[in-house]
């Protein structure tokens, strides 16, 4: 990894400044990515912003920021992004502070602006040492998430489509399922989301593989694919469908014909079960079986000490002899056949009978 510490000055990064919808926020004579079209919409308030153009004219330090080098030899801001855009903005007269713009300033006042050093660290290395060297960085600030430090390391054609479809208020994937999703668009949330369902968890590796592909409709079509199953599905929305990994069940299930009117008939018996305590997990658990997702009410202590006490704490299938800690309660006939979490359905068995019996 070669990191290198420069001293830029404001006037260099501010030359030929530009922020439009079209191409973003740039600068740096046109080198410098400071926002990238559809990344987080984050600004600072105008107290914020002002404190940087005080600390400027005070000539104190600002903190040192962090850039991305590319392969082209443009650059990408990683940290200091508002900082940046506070410093330009006022150089071209984007702003006044106690009523003076910069055009108002005395030409020794302008020079001192225009001259400040800014310190900046050049970072360029493989992707792996990129993402690792972020990660130690990223300490300060608006923090950036997971998904926003590989965004810096596999920059290109495809992000910058990825980020249009996924990363944006009021995008398309957010328009398609935010009753499907969690998180936030503009936090790159849906973006990683869906990255971890197309690739089985390895983002980096789809990232890299696709970084300089000229667009994500891959990614946004298996997306939709993803929502179109879900709908098709579930024919009944529920609040407990947000925030699920439909991916991975999309990946596994996709091809396995569905009675939709039976699945909704059984989703809603278990949605009245009181033993079923986790109602989003019924969603997985009508796919996979798994008894997990369900989260199951347990015997409370009452139950188990009455039935240890009627057993006189023998195990009822190895027939040894337990303290009351080191059994567990089990149902008789099993939650899966009807039974249900009742005193009656109690029976104690050894923790070793009972893993036993359930890994049957």
Known sequence: MKIELHEISVREIAE?????????????NGKLNIRPKYQREFVYKDAQRDAVIDTIIKGFPLNVMYWVKNEDGTFEVLDGQQRTISFCQYVHGGFSI??????????????????????????????????????????????????????????????????QKFSKSQCPAWKMASDYMTGSPIRQDYLETVLKWINNGDICGYMAEHQFAPNANELFLYFRSVIGWVENTFIKYRKEMKGIDWGFLYNQYKDIVIDTAEL?????????????????????????????????????????????????????????????????????TPWSKGGKTLAENCQMLCKECNRRKSSV
């Open 264 to 332: 909704e008939k059984e989703i809603a018996e278990l949605m009245a079960d009181d033993d079923v305590t986790s109602k989003k997990g019924i969603y997985p658990y009508v796919l996979t079986r798994q008894e997990k997702y369900l989260s199951v009410r347990t015997f409370d202590n009452r139950m188990k000490r009455t039935a240890y006490e009627k057993q006189k704490g023998i195990c009822k299938i190895c027939r040894k002899h337990f303290e009351l800690e080191e059994m567990e309660g089990d149902h008789i």
């Open 16 to 28: 030929n400044y530009m922020d439009n919808e079209e191409n973003g926020v740039t600068g740096y």
């Open 98 to 163: 106690n009523k003076r713009a910069f055009h108002n300033l005395t030409e020794t006042e302008k020079l001192e602006i225009l001259d400040y050093k800014v310190m900046v660290y050049f970072c360029d290395g493989n992707d792996k040492e990129k993402l690792d060297w972020f990660k130690i960085i990223n300490i300060a600030g608006e923090k950036l998430t997971d998904q926003e430090l590989r965004n810096a390391v596999y920059t290109g054609s495809w992000l910058s489509d990825a980020k």
